[in-house]
């Protein structure tokens, strides 16, 4: 079945640092959602991504689909507290309405 | 709060108990899904109802997993003889259903299930 996979699992910055996780399928997507889970919370639909090789900008997120429609990737500049979280990329295949998620990326951010 | 509601939010049970899980969605919400998601690990699809119709279940879903949304309004999940390995969180999302697969999903805040 389809598979998604994220690296890094956890990643540590200084308040300020800019950030990136990647996001890759086994198989071709139909579209990529990003979600942010707060510790504690539920997760939350940031973007969704359909064209090949779309880029999409939310203030200081940056989010990339790859010309392939099999990666992706989430860029945050000069990271903040407030961004602290799980960030998950889930994926479509063709066709079915089962979303299946990575293991996302825990960001946690050093004041 | 017009979001999508759960309940209860935690339950602790004892091996070999049954439960059952509500989900209220959004109004207007004709698509449901529900989800797993165990510590460390994204949600695991586990199935999805279009109004009344459950269109798909995932196939590690076993047999003692059982859904339903009768009125395609609110869902219910249950759990029979439930075994240590089913604790998780068990979430419900809802969309709108318009236009094609991949529309926005609304998690609902999620029922966190212990069995001891």
């Known amino acids: 079945g389809q598979q998604v996979m994220q690296i890094p699992q956890y990643q540590h910055v200084q308040e300020g640092e800019d950030f990136t996780t990647y996001c890759n399928s086994s198989t071709t997507l139909s579209n990529i959602q990003w979600y942010k889970q707060r510790p504690g919370g539920h997760p939350v639909f940031l973007i969704q991504l359909v064209k090949s090789g779309e880029v999409k900008k939310q203030k200081r997120l940056t989010f990339q689909f790859g010309e392939a429609k099999k990666n992706s990737s989430l860029h945050i500049t000069a990271t903040q507290t407030t961004d602290v979280g799980t960030y998950f990329c889930?994926?479509?295949?063709?066709?079915?309405?089962?979303?299946?998620f990575g293991k996302g990326t825990k960001l946690s951010v050093i004041p | 709060d017009t979001g999508v509601s759960q309940n209860p939010r935690h339950k602790i049970t004892k091996r070999g108990q049954n439960v059952t899980f509500r989900c209220d969605p959004i109004s207007e919400h004709n698509r449901l899904y529900w989800y797993r998601q165990t510590l460390g690990q994204g949600p695991e699809f586990l199935t999805y109802f279009q109004n009344e119709a459950q269109l798909e279940k995932s196939r590690l879903l076993s047999d003692r997993f059982s859904a339903e949304r009768p009125k395609g309004s609110f869902s219910t999940l249950e759990i029979q003889r439930t075994e240590q390995g089913d604790s998780a969180m068990y979430l419900c999302?809802?969309?709108?259903?318009?236009?094609?697969?991949?529309?926005?999903?609304?998690f609902g805040p999620g029922t966190r299930l212990t069995v001891l």
């Open positions: 999302a809802s969309s709108s259903g318009q236009g094609n697969a991949a529309d926005t999903q609304y």
């Open positions: 889930a994926g479509y295949g063709a066709g079915s309405y089962q979303l299946t």
